[in-house]
């Protein structure tokens, strides 16, 4: 089974709100990071968040961990049409690979 | 810098046949990781190199394997190729000794498996 789990699966928005997505991952990571696919091509690095880190901010991107909880959320403010993709959390709980969940699928109508 | 480059982009192939991938990644980078994607599945390790050696495994069977040459450069081999195989084949490079901060993606290759 995945690491991580996104939610919610899929997310329709108008250009200019705001989308947010949630990760939770099951065992004690390192680090966090958030990825993003367009329609079937590689992955983009967005943002890396350590576990002693509670958020960071990369341009639009707002990214929160909370250990506790074994969860993350990414929020993308004032959406726009480009950022129609996939999303994905990845963690390196299992040792010296990534692992990544299931992604967000996320649709901005302009 | 030049990206990670994937070769071929698409490839079709029969079953029983075996294939393989080819990985370029940024120049100064010695990590590179294989990847699997599919609807199904999702994306799953397959094995992860540096400097030459395989430093990790995914849960693949042993008709997966790959190799990383003294320039960085990697293949992966899919052999006695089955249905579900069909997928996309994903390669990583990466800039940290790690191999798992912040992975710079392929185009990847596209196997379909007739």
């Known amino acids: 089974s995945q690491q991580g789990e996104e939610d919610p699966q899929a997310l329709s928005i108008q250009e200019g709100e705001n989308a947010t997505m949630n990760c939770s991952y099951k065992?004690?990571?390192?680090?966090l990071q958030w990825y993003r696919q367009n329609s079937g091509r590689g992955l983009v690095h967005l943002i890396l968040?350590?576990?002693?880190?509670r958020e960071k901010h990369s341009g639009r991107l707002r990214v929160t961990l909370d250990t506790s909880k074994k969860s993350s959320s990414l929020l993308i403010t004032a959406s726009r049409a480009a950022d129609t993709a996939s999303y994905f959390c990845a963690t390196d709980a299992a040792g010296n690979k990534l692992t990544f969940g299931g992604g967000t699928r996320v649709l901005v109508k302009p | 810098k030049a990206g990670v480059t994937q070769t071929p982009r698409y490839l079709i192939k029969t079953r029983g046949q075996q294939v393989t991938l080819s990985c370029s990644p940024i120049?100064?980078?010695?990590?590179v990781s294989w990847y699997q994607q599919t609807p199904g599945q999702g994306l799953q390790f397959l094995f992860e190199y540096f400097s030459e050696t395989q430093r990790n495994k995914g849960n693949f069977p042993g008709r997966f394997s790959g190799r990383q040459f003294s320039n960085s450069r990697s293949e992966m081999n899919v052999s006695t190729l089955e249905l579900g195989d069909s997928a996309l084949y994903l390669c990583a490079s990466s800039p940290d000794r790690s191999g798992i901060e912040k992975l710079f993606f392929g185009s990847g290759t596209q196997l379909s498996v007739l």
């Open positions: 065992t004690s990571i390192n680090n």
């Open positions: 968040i350590r576990s002693n880190e």
């Open positions: 120049s100064g980078h010695r990590s």
